[in-house]
């Protein structure tokens, strides 16, 4: 049976997911067999299994940290926003379907013994459970019949270490405004605080962790410096833009409201003098290297306000300057003639594409979920510099593409993806980039369009990211007091 230590944080982003991923590491590090667990994750990044379920990619990460594959078990619930009062429910890994935030959570109890379930396969099969926790524990309007924060944390019998956020400010009324609002019971469960993100010399805090246990009557078991590590976040609220100083290439990735899967661009931190940045106004796109149409959840929706706020017609401007595009699962879609959806699968209506390529996407009640390998087949514009690179990848959408173009891959089960034409191509894959083959020319044929001579290398990506979180977990354990938090996993509850 396995011992569970479940992080909570005083609101979204104060870094609970990738103190979760740290734990994780850390404690394989330290010889334990570790799996991740997240009850509900609201979140458009997601993740195929090797079993062809979908789960949050905080789940899939924390996994790679574990050492392990990822299990729909680590993430039973996830809702993916479709619109800002509504989502798709997926429940161990499957489309259960679209509700309102109303009707979810007034029948959320249900879907409880999901988490149960899921949970008991895991505290079957490991040794330590790192379970993360959502939002803040005292939405005090949303507690009743909780399934994510302190009620499964009752359910399971973990014990809680709370997060606060000192880079946003306010962190004793974070932590101590969140212990005063929690019941007796659950007060309890709180074993000890952490202090995330801190800036300058942790000297200087030294009477805040004195104030704070004074007030809390709780220890702090460290206070975490902002961490310069690679590690790909929960959520939009962790996008950043990658940029060097004075970057020679320029790539834009069109920010749609609805944004998915944003991941997919972290490859190209890597890289040397290559910026990515994110862009949703027309005046700002200018005259980048290359853009980039990524996957969103409401791509009839994010054709509209892509219409609406004229991006639309400064991409076309900048493909007539031949900048090369590319679009990924909803960016693909965005790209061809016309986008319907008849069957309401997302929002329901039909709306005209932007025309670059000649495709049309039907949306239908199927979603498409695989992890594929294959060989990129581009004979011709700009993209032919990718003609035979082998990439690895992942699909997943609900829309079913009819292509008039050449196809721009062909899978290893024989069957094509994608299409390209001129300097535009698109494709279903999430990941592509992630492939070395992939990434390393797409970026070296961008230098030489630009007349850089030279040839740029990074490290495989899978190689890049296990030194990534090997570099998070020696900074943490080095903040953190591993002999205490090891003490409190033994002692339980």
């Known amino acids: 049976m396995a011992k569970p230590i479940m992080i909570q944080g005083t609101m979204s982003n104060v870094g609970k997911s990738l103190l979760t991923t740290a734990l994780c590491r850390i404690f394989v590090q330290d010889g334990y067999k570790v799996a991740p667990f997240k009850s509900q994750n609201m979140a458009l990044n997601s993740y195929v299994t090797p079993d062809n379920l979908e ?23 996830l809702l993916k926003p479709t619109t800002n009062s509504g989502s798709q429910v997926i429940i161990n890994g499957e489309v259960y379907g679209n509700m309102r935030a109303f ?10 013994p999901y988490v149960i379930d899921a949970y008991e396969k895991l505290n079957q099969n490991y040794d330590i459970i790192v379970i993360e926790g959502a939002g803040s524990p005292v939405e005090m309007n949303l507690k009743k019949d909780d399934i994510v924060n302190m009620g499964l944390a009752q359910t399971v019998k ?6 606060g956020d000192i880079d946003r400010g306010g962190v004793f009324a974070q932590l101590l405004g969140t212990l005063f609002l929690l019941e007796k019971n659950e007060l309890d469960l709180v074993k000890g605080l952490i202090v995330n993100k801190f800036r300058g010399d942790i000297r200087l805090f030294a009477d805040g962790i004195k104030i704070l246990e004074e007030k809390s009557r709780k220890k702090v078991l ?9 590690i790909d976040g929960e959520d939009s609220l962790c996008q950043i833009s990658h940029n060097t100083d004075n970057p020679l290439i320029d790539i834009a990735v069109i920010r749609l409201p609805k944004l998915a899967n944003y991941t997919d661009f972290a490859v190209f931190q890597q890289y040397e003098n290559v910026s990515v940045r994110y862009v949703e106004r027309a005046e700002d796109l200018r005259n980048p290297d290359m853009i980039i149409l990524p996957g969103t959840k409401s791509t009839i929706a994010d054709m509209q306000w892509l219409r609406q706020n004229h991006l639309e017609r400064t991409i076309k401007e900048c493909h007539a300057k031949k900048i090369p595009i590319f679009g990924i699962c909803g960016g693909y879609q965005l790209l061809g003639r016309m986008i319907s959806d008849p069957d309401h699968t997302e929002n329901g209506g039909e709306i005209a594409g932007m025309g670059l390529l000649n495709t049309d996407t039907v949306f239908s009640d199927r979603k498409e979920r695989t992890n594929t390998t294959g060989k990129i087949i581009c004979n011709s514009g700009f993209f032919q510099v990718l003609n035979n690179a082998e990439f690895y990848g992942y699909e997943i959408h609900m829309g079913k593409t009819t292509v008039n173009e050449p196809s721009f891959a062909v899978k290893d089960n ?14 279903y894959l999430h990941g592509i980039f992630d492939s070395q083959s992939v990434s390393e020319k797409l970026i070296n044929a961008l230098f030489r369009k630009k007349g850089i001579v030279g040839c740029v290398h990074a490290t495989d990506r899978k190689i890049y990211k296990e030194n990534q979180y090997n570099l998070l977990a020696d900074t943490i354990r080095k903040h953190l007091d591993m002999k205490q938090i090891y003490r409190i996993i033994e002692e339980g509850v």
């Open 55 to 77: 789960i949050g990619t905080a789940q899939a990460i924390q996994a790679e940290a574990c050492q392990i594959l990822p299990d729909v078990a680590m993430n039973p619930i």
């Open 103 to 112: 009707d979810y959570f007034r029948n959320k109890k249900k879907f409880l």
């Open 158 to 163: 973990s014990p809680v270490l709370l997060v």
């Open 222 to 230: 460290g206070v975490v410096p902002f961490t310069d590590c690679q």
């Open 414 to 427: 024989s069957t094509f993806d994608g299409a390209y034409h001129d300097n535009v191509a698109g494709t």
